[in-house]
């Protein structure tokens, strides 16, 4: 009778060793999956965080204002019933980036050519609405990127602001 105790005792060993064997391999599946899962989803949140972080840095900055000195004066080439008209523009720009100020100062020349062109191409009774006003606004701000894009730099202006709108 001992021996079969012996027997099963080494039967319940070597399954016992066999279980203990399972448990762990199954506990080191389920932590590396877990790891797994973890990093899968930290790296998700990584880039939002930054791209979030970015933004709100980007936000925080303080608005840099620029006057230009003189308004822009155009007549319309294409008239209302024939009448001259004249316009007269004043801006202001805005960017957060002192480089952005700096670069639209060193090639006010060329802005203001480009914006005289956009503005003898305008029609009277479409800039008489509110959404023609806003509408030359959008395309005086795309103007002014793009002399300044097309000049090599990287930075924008965020903003432009019509001071003064003078048609008759």
Same mark, same amino acid.
């Given at each position: 009778?001992?021996?079969?105790?012996?027997?099963?005792?080494?039967?319940?060993?070597?399954? /016992? /060793?066999?279980?203990?064997?399972? +448990? +762990?391999?199954?506990?080191? %599946?389920?932590?590396?999956? /877990?790891?797994?899962?973890? #990093?899968?989803?930290?790296?998700?949140?990584k880039p939002e965080e930054a791209t979030s972080a970015e933004a709100a840095t980007a936000v925080k900055a303080p608005p840099i204002y620029f006057s230009m000195e003189k308004p822009l004066i155009a007549?319309?080439?294409?008239? @209302?019933?024939?009448? %001259?008209?004249?316009?007269?523009? @004043?801006?202001?720009?805005? @960017?957060?980036?002192?480089?952005?100020?700096?670069?639209?100062t060193l090639h006010t020349p060329a802005i203001q050519h480009e914006l005289l062109l956009l503005l003898f191409g305008q029609k009277y009774d479409? #800039?008489?609405? @509110?959404? /023609?006003k806003k509408a030359l606004k959008a395309q005086i701000l795309a103007t002014i990127n793009g002399v300044l894009k097309a000049q090599e730099h990287e930075g924008e202006i965020n903003a432009v602001y019509i001071t003064k709108l003078i048609m008759q």
């Open positions: 009778m001992a021996e079969t105790q012996n027997d099963v005792d080494v039967t319940e060993e070597a399954s /016992g /060793g066999k279980s203990k064997m399972l +448990i +762990i391999i199954a506990v080191v %599946v389920l932590i590396l999956a /877990g790891v797994g899962a973890f #990093l899968f989803m930290g790296d998700e949140e007549n319309f080439s294409k008239q @209302s019933n024939d009448a %001259v008209r004249y316009l007269s523009v @004043s801006l202001k720009v805005m @960017s957060r980036e002192q480089t952005s100020i700096d670069a639209f479409e #800039l008489n609405t @509110s959404a /023609g």
